[in-house]
T-cell receptor, first 119, second 114 residues
Framework: AQTVTQSQPEMSVQEAETVTLSCTYDTSESNYYLFWYKQPPSRQMILVIRQEAYKQQNATENRFSVNFQKAAKSFSLKISDSQLGDTAMYFCAFIPYSISNFGNEKLTFGTGTRLTIIP | DAGITQSPRYKITETGRQVTLMCHQTWSHSYMFWYRQDLGHGLRLIYYSAAADITDKGEVPDGYVVSRSKTENFPLTLESATRSQTSVYFC?????????????FGPGTRLTVT
């Protein structure tokens, strides 16, 4: 079974600063995907960024980037030039790679980090 | 409107009553999922479905029943609601299996069992 751990329940940072959210996971799978989801006060779950484990290059999406360390099973999210709209809960999630193996398409979530951007 | 919708958005019910939460998606995605979100647990998978008439249990299925007679609908039924089922419920859908397909989430249903 997979586990995902987010050790920072809450974080806060000044607007325009950079913040890093940590995530570690445990799995015996060799191929998998990792995700960061954002949940603002509206409660809507929004995909922020995705990383494929077999790709060595770290994923980036505008101000969001990840530091993926496969050997260490670490997947941190860096938010640069933070904005007030980044205030949200952030969830790290894991899913094994599967083409047709029904029964393996299960996202496992961490418990979340509540990020507050201070004006 | 296109997308994934859930109804109702808010529901209060009494212990022992049957409750059905609806989920509807307009993309014809094969895969659909039900999660519950509780403080300290993140999101946990209740049930999922790979296609019409194909469903399977997730991490926390006890007390829940699902059906999927049509691709676009995936209702979740609490047969006899308990206070421990007070939670926020999210439905999601995905075009492809595994991480190759992004899961799109509905807006959630906040259920309170009194």
């Amino acid at each position: 079974a997979q586990t995902v751990t987010q050790s920072q329940p809450e974080m806060s940072v000044q607007e325009a600063e950079t913040v890093t959210l940590s995530c570690t996971y445990d799995t015996s799978e060799s191929n998998y995907y990792l995700f960061w989801y954002k949940q603002p006060p509206s409660r809507q779950m929004i995909l922020v960024i995705r990383q494929e484990a077999y790709k060595q290059q770290n994923a980036t999406e505008n101000r969001f980037s990840v530091n993926f360390q496969k050997a260490a099973k670490s997947f941190s999210l860096k938010i640069s030039d933070s904005q007030l709209g980044d205030t949200a809960m952030y969830f790290c999630a894991f899913i094994p790679y599967s083409i047709s193996n029904f029964g393996n398409e299960k996202l496992t979530f961490g418990t979340g980090t509540r990020l507050t951007i201070i004006p | 409107d296109a997308g994934i919708t859930q109804s109702p958005r808010y529901k209060i019910t009494e212990t022992g009553r049957q409750v059905t939460l609806m989920c509807h998606q307009t993309w014809s995605h094969s895969y659909m999922f039900w999660y519950r979100q509780d403080l300290g647990h993140g999101l946990r998978l209740i049930y999922y479905s790979a296609a019409a008439d194909i469903t399977d249990k997730g991490e926390v299925p006890d007390g829940y029943v699902v059906s999927r007679s049509k691709t676009e609908n995936f209702p979740l039924t609490l047969e006899s609601a308990t206070r421990s089922q007070t939670s926020v419920y999210f439905c999601a859908s995905s075009e492809r299996s595994g991480g190759a397909g992004e899961q799109y989430f509905g807006p959630g249903t906040r259920l309170t069992v009194t």
